[in-house]
């Protein structure tokens, strides 16, 4: 189940007076919004707020858009952020990283425009309001909520606009209203997006009836505490799946996932047919749990590594960088077309039914390994960070299970070198590591069973998204 869609969904239901039923016997929206304006022009009188740039007499309409973006249910009406609500952005004060480096008593909260950045030794505003933010990348992609409250004793700078309301339960529904819709229209600038106060006061509010907000609001609360829930358990089921696909791996490269047929021909002597120069080392062995038929070879003797590939200058070849090495457990494979004379210098060269594994610490725990299959020509080049493994005994999907298992990447981990975060696996090191080998037929069948199970686990996975 994917949450992110679900918690829109609900917010889109609520905007448009689907969530909650409405009530006829409800006061309209309409003299709510009067009885706003009417507080407003007090506080104006006052002097406690400003006027707003172009004053306008209560019920003029003229900043109305000519068209509202849909239909509301009968009692509620369109207004607009600047009609229904006090703009406070006048008493921000923005503060240099410099001056709040130098302050000693950092106790109240100071808010940007996606929250709190740091902590200050005084502060602004001493009650409950509401921050939207009004500029930086978060306006476009949603990453955190756009509007957020802020409570208690802060300081805001100059990127968060501050929404204050005669009515302060309002501010409940603005926030998730402005958290609903994409803000997108009243952006302006590409390289720095902004939202400057007059597109925020423009922007237009489907306003419902003074009780149906408090219902939107008990019921939303409600679908998020399930959804919450439901976030909760779906991480620690992808979790759950993500460890079951790897026991299933490191069971299949010790001859636990299939039984075992006595009738097998033995691995060691599949190897000598095919290969009957064949002379395992003094490492060849039966002990150390390697089952009946298996053998155990250095990952030398199993696998070609880094064969040489040639080919003709013209002919189109695939082209694998890292980015398009599937992670994970995914076999899928991407690649780009280029002529073998652009990409036989300077990459990682490969064939038809190579195995292709990262040496590069964060690629390689990231399982970023594939068999290159489909290739045009017959051969292709790619990531430098690349160790291709030709299979001689393996089939290159047993491979493929053992080179994503968590057991090679353990092994490879207690083998590295190099700067942390851009660590490499040690080649002579790899060409020293054990691989446990099954009979041919007995590979086939823990392929088969792998696949097996990793696409139940899948289906599960998927039962999981909207």
């Known amino acids: 189940m994917d949450t992110k869609k679900l918690r829109q969904k609900i917010l889109d ?63 509620w ?29 950092k106790v109240y909260d100071y808010y940007g425009a996606a929250g709190i950045i740091d902590k200050v030794d005084g502060y602004l505003f001493n009650e409950r309001l509401l921050l939207i933010g009004e500029d930086g990348a978060n306006l476009l992609s949603r990453v955190k909520d756009n509007a957020f409250f802020a409570e208690g ?11 204050d309301a005669t009515r302060k339960p309002l501010l409940n529904y603005i926030e998730l209203y402005i958290n609903s819709i994409s803000l997108d229209p009243y952006i302006t600038g590409s390289a720095q997006p902004k939202l400057n106060q007059d597109n925020l006061n423009s922007i237009p509010v489907p306003l419902p009836p003074f009780r149906e907000q408090c219902r939107i609001k008990e019921t939303i609360e409600k679908w ?42 033995p691995a060691i002597e599949q190897l000598k047919r095919v290969n009957p120069s064949f002379h ?14 298996w053998i155990r070879l250095r990952l030398s003797e199993a696998f070609e590594i880094n064969p040489k590939v040639t080919g003709k200058d013209d002919e189109a070849c695939a082209f694998v960088p890292m980015a398009m090495i599937p992670g994970g457990y995914s076999h899928e494979l991407r690649f780009e077309r280029k002529p073998w004379a652009e990409i036989k210098k300077g990459f990682t060269r490969f064939s038809e ?24 020509s017959g051969r292709g080049a790619g990531s430098t960070e690349l160790i291709i493994f030709r299979p001689i005994l393996v089939t290159a999907e047993y491979g493929l299970i053992f080179f994503k298992s968590g057991e090679f990447i353990a092994n490879c981990e207690r083998i590295y070198n190099g700067v942390v975060g851009q660590q490499r696996v040690d080649m002579s090191e790899i060409r020293g590591m054990y691989i446990n080998i099954p009979p041919i037929s007995e590979q086939n069948k823990i392929v088969r069973t792998v696949e097996l199970l990793f696409h139940y686990l899948d289906i599960i996975q998927r039962s999981n998204h909207l």
Request: charged residues 30%.
């Open 13 to 75: 239901l609520a905007i448009h007076g689907k969530l909650v039923p409405q009530d006829p016997n409800d006061e309209p929206a309409s003299v709510l919004l009067e009885r706003i304006r009417k507080e407003k022009e007090q506080l104006i009188k006052e002097g406690k707020i400003k006027a707003p740039k172009k004053s306008k007499s209560a019920g003029d309409t003229s900043h109305y858009p000519k068209e509202w973006p849909f239909d509301v249910p009968e009692g």
């Open 77 to 105: 009406c369109w207004t607009t952020i600047g009609e229904c609500l006090i703009n406070r952005d006048g008493e921000r004060v923005p503060l240099s990283s410099n001056i709040r480096m130098k302050q000693k008593n």
């Open 153 to 163: 004793k802060y300081w805001v700078n100059n990127h968060a606009h501050v929404i």
């Open 224 to 265: 998020q505490t399930l959804i919450d829930v439901l976030h909760d358990y779906q991480n620690e089921l992808f979790e759950n799946i993500t460890q079951i696909k790897s026991k299933v791996l490191d069971l299949a490269i010790h001859g636990k996932l299939v039984p075992q047929e006595p009738s097998d021909e």
């Open 280 to 293: 395992p080392s003094h490492n060849l062995h039966y002990g150390d749990g390697v089952r009946k038929g």
């Open 353 to 376: 039914g190579d195995i292709g594994v990262a040496k590069i610490s964060p690629c390689l725990e990231n399982r970023k390994s594939v068999i290159f299959r489909g290739l045009p």
